[in-house]
């Protein structure tokens, strides 16, 4: 299958300050990629869509200002968690779809997640 | 808009045991189906998809699913589990007509299988 990283996988920030997560694609480009949000003991929530070169379209109730999204390349999502405050301590996990054409289209991969702590 | 339910929150089961996951969907269209698991402590890993053919589909680890249409039913099966499937199982649906492919998660099942 193919496979997706992501750096950190653990970062703690004080309150105020903007953190960055890095999503990677290593085996293949990824036109799409996707951010989700998995609370404790619940399911994952998706936060927003990723396409390389555009604006990420983000799922309601998600700020877009305090959630930036930037999709620069084929391999790299980054998302910024904007002037982080404690609620936005979570476990956030990126994945990518494998473009069409590839013998496993249509299904995402998933990085192994990022878990931040703003104190 | 899909939804998808998993009615079971906890499955406690002894090595051995037969298993079955259940998976419910909403979604008045064509689906592709997912069935993902989380390891403790490892990310989400693709056990198995349904997307068209044969509805029973075997996947990793000796996992398979079976889709039913007529019930919105794409329940995750295992004849004889081992303590190391314990694992949160979440299914997923993505529309099948290529609507943006986001997927919809399930709640999640936590199985806990005791030596």
């Known amino acids: 299958g193919a496979v997706v990283s992501q750096h950190p996988s653990r970062v703690i920030c004080k309150s105020g300050t903007s953190v960055k997560i890095e999503c990677r694609s290593l085996d293949f480009q990824a036109t799409t990629m996707f951010w989700y949000r998995q609370f404790p003991k619940k399911s994952l929530m998706l936060m927003a869509t990723?396409?390389?070169?555009?604006?990420?379209?983000?799922e309601q109730g998600v700020e877009k200002d305090k959630f930036l999204i930037n999709h620069a390349s084929l391999t790299l999502s980054t998302l910024t968690v904007t002037s982080a405050h404690p609620e936005d301590s979570s476990f956030y996990i990126c994945s990518a779809r494998v473009p069409v054409g590839r013998e496993y289209q249509e299904t995402q991969y998933f990085g192994p997640g990022t878990r931040l702590l703003v104190l | 808009a899909q939804s998808v339910s998993q009615h079971n929150h906890h499955v406690i089961l002894s090595e051995a045991a037969s298993l079955e996951l259940g998976c419910n969907y909403s979604?008045?269209?064509?689906?592709?189906l997912f069935w993902y698991v989380q390891y403790p402590g490892q990310h989400l890993q693709l056990l198995l998809k349904?997307?068209?053919?044969?509805?029973l589909v075997k996947g990793i680890k000796g996992f398979e699913a079976e889709f039913i249409k007529s019930k919105f039913s794409f329940n995750l099966r295992k004849p004889s589990v081992q303590w190391s499937d314990t694992a949160e199982y979440f299914c997923?649906?993505?529309?099948?007509?290529?609507?943006?492919?986001?997927?919809?998660f399930g709640g999640g099942t936590r199985l806990m299988v005791k030596p």
């Open positions: 997923a649906v993505t529309a099948g007509n290529n609507a943006g492919n986001m997927l919809t």
């Open positions: 979604y008045g269209g064509t689906v592709n």
């Open positions: 349904y997307f068209s053919g044969d509805p």
């Open positions: 990723s396409n390389e070169g555009s604006k990420a379209t983000y």
